[in-house]
């Protein structure tokens, strides 16, 4: 969904993959304020433990991916237009 990947709070998602993107949200830019409270709210919202480990993994590689970009001074491809 192309909408979701603009802004996924403007995006006509459901309940549960509002909550999983705000949890991805938190875990990409506030790390060090995850809490199993976290885990709790997208669980809560029906998403299983091997959703929630599959969607934290994804996460997390594209955080390490792109501060390695970062961090060796990739430019972003001309495609992706200004991020």
């Known amino acids: 969904m192309e909408a979701a990947g603009r802004d996924f709070r403007a995006a006509p998602l459901t ?21 199993a409270g976290d885990v709790g709210a997208v669980r809560s919202h029906g998403w299983s433990d091997a959703a929630i480990h599959d969607a934290i993994q994804v996460v997390s590689y594209f955080s390490y991916v792109n501060r390695v970009a970062d961090g060796v001074g990739v430019d972003p491809e001309p495609e992706w237009g200004d991020q």
């Open 15 to 35: 309940p549960a993959q509002h909550a999983l993107c705000e949890f991805a949200e938190k875990l990409a830019l506030r790390p060090g304020e995850m809490s």
